[in-house]
């Protein structure tokens, strides 16, 4: 049992080149989220995911854009990375909190990446 | 709108003393959860404990101890003669039950950096 699992763990990327971040879980947990964390900001969500096909924007969802095809896969796109996206970022997923109380969100182990 | 504030961004204690980090949140729903997350120097997540809005029963696990009070908004944390291992930041976060369109996301304070000095 990995829990969440995250790759790749760091990038260094020049302005304006694309990538993606893969976020796996085998907890079978219907929600998804994927959030930055940056210094003295604490963590910002960025977009979410209640089940497989579907997303919605969270707070900071400017120049990202997601992807649920598989229900254990949560996928994080930078289109043309800017020097304002180097941070920390990490998936989580949980249970649907609307059916279980049991709702936290469990982290995988971040990706840092750099923007130049 | 939902928020979290903990008020202490540093606290360094000596080993074996006991420390309370300060957790005060805003919220206008009437049910809600309540968490805390360790973030050691490596730099993952760590669950800690989740408690929901109609249960202001106190916990503690081991060196650890949770105190919700609805009262004044609170849930407060305290680690009992600390430990070097325990050196980390310390999230507290919030999630409604309805927030938006139902990301139920958490809302994090900014963090408290616990330094414990052998």
């Known amino acids: 049992n990995a829990g969440v699992t995250q790759t790749p763990k760091f990038r260094v990327l020049k302005t304006g080149q694309s990538m993606t971040l893969l976020c796996a879980q085998d907890?079978?947990?219907?929600?998804m989220y994927w959030y930055r964390q940056d210094p003295g900001m604490g963590l910002r969500l960025i977009h979410y995911?209640?089940?497989?096909?579907?997303?919605a924007k969270g707070e900071v969802p400017d120049g990202y854009n997601v992807s649920r095809l598989k229900k254990q896969n949560f996928l994080l796109g930078l289109e043309s990375a800017a020097p304002s996206q180097t941070s920390v970022y990490f998936c989580?997923?949980?249970?649907?909190?609307?059916?279980?109380?049991?709702?936290?969100?469990?982290f995988g182990p971040g990706t840092r990446l750099t923007v130049l | 709108a939902q928020k979290v504030t903990q008020a202490q961004t540093e606290i360094s204690v000596v080993e074996k003393e006991d420390v309370t980090l300060d957790c005060v949140y805003e919220?206008?729903?009437?049910?809600?959860?309540l968490f805390w997350y360790k973030q050691p120097p490596s730099g993952e997540l760590v669950f800690l404990i989740r408690?929901?809005?109609?249960?202001?029963q106190n916990e503690i696990s081991g060196r650890y101890s949770w105190n919700f009070q609805k009262s004044t908004s609170s849930f407060n944390f305290t680690i009992t003669a600390s430990q070097v291992v325990d050196s980390a930041v310390y999230f507290c976060?919030?999630?409604?039950?309805?927030?938006?369109?139902?990301?139920?996301?958490?809302?994090f304070g900014k963090g408290t950096k616990l330094s414990v000095i052998p």
């Open positions: 989580a997923s949980s249970y649907n909190p609307q059916r279980s109380s049991y709702n936290e969100q469990f």
């Open positions: 408690r929901n809005s109609f249960d202001e």
């Open positions: 919220t206008r729903d009437t049910t809600y959860y």
């Open positions: 995911s209640v089940g497989e096909g579907t997303t």
């Open positions: 976060a919030l999630s409604e039950a309805y927030s938006g369109a139902g990301s139920y996301q958490l809302t």
């Open positions: 907890m079978n947990h219907e929600y």
